[in-house]
T-cell receptor, first 113, second 112 residues
């Protein structure tokens, strides 16, 4: 049981480049989300999904797109990378009624230069 | 505005000390509060608290919720170097059970 798998673990982008952060879970969780973690800011919600085909914006969605074509996968796309998007990104999943909140992936450290 | 505030921001102690971490919240339609431990990578779940005054305990860690005063504390007794981590608390947003508001975390360092 792999849990939540994120790739890549590290990435350096140039300003203006685009890329996709991959997230997959094998626990059949309905709920998936993307957070970014910045020093002094805590974890902030970017986008989330309550099931395949359903996505919605979180607290800081600008510059990011998501899609949820399957229960397992929830990729995060950076459309045109900016230095302000330098951060650590976490994907997380949960299921209805679960009393332990999220299962987090191991994170992607992204640097935009 | 809904918010979660943790204190202190950072803490340095010696092995064997007892520490108390604080999490206060202002969230409408409060349902639960969660504590996570984050070492080098992903946060891992510690406790979920829903009822006031009932202590959750796991080994040297314990946590309690005060719904009247809108806060929770996480206690760690007989600290060890392996307790060094960022401790996060989170509260579900009013608009969604699985949309969490996270505090900024308390960075704990335990010296040998």
């Amino acid at each position: 049981n792999a849990g939540v798998t994120q790739t890549p673990k590290f990435q350096v982008l140039k300003t203006g480049q685009s890329m996709t952060l991959q997230c997959a879970q094998d626990m059949n969780h309905e709920y998936m989300s993307w957070y970014r973690q910045d020093p002094g800011m805590g974890l902030r919600l970017i986008h989330y999904s309550v099931g395949a085909g359903i996505t919605d914006q979180g607290e800081v969605p600008n510059g990011y797109n998501v899609s949820r074509s399957t229960t397992e996968d929830f990729p995060l796309r950076l459309l045109s990378a900016a230095p302000s998007q330098t951060s650590v990104y976490f994907c997380a999943s949960s299921t209805v009624g679960r009393s332990s909140g999220y299962t987090f992936g191991s994170g992607t450290r992204l640097t935009v230069v | 505005e809904d918010k979660v505030v943790q204190s202190p921001l950072s803490l340095v102690v010696h092995e064997g000390d007892t520490v108390t971490l604080n999490c206060s919240y202002e969230v409408t339609n409060f349902r639960s509060l969660l504590w996570y431990k984050q070492e080098k990578k992903a946060p891992t779940f510690l406790f979920m608290l829903t009822s006031s005054g009932i202590e959750k305990k796991s080994g040297r860690l314990s946590s309690i919720l005060d719904k009247k005063e809108l806060f929770s504390i996480l206690n760690i007794t007989a600290t060890q170097t392996g307790d060094s981590a960022i401790y996060l608390c989170a509260v579900p947003q009013p608009s969604g059970t699985y949309k969490y508001i996270f505090g900024t975390g308390t960075r704990l360092k335990v010296l040998a």
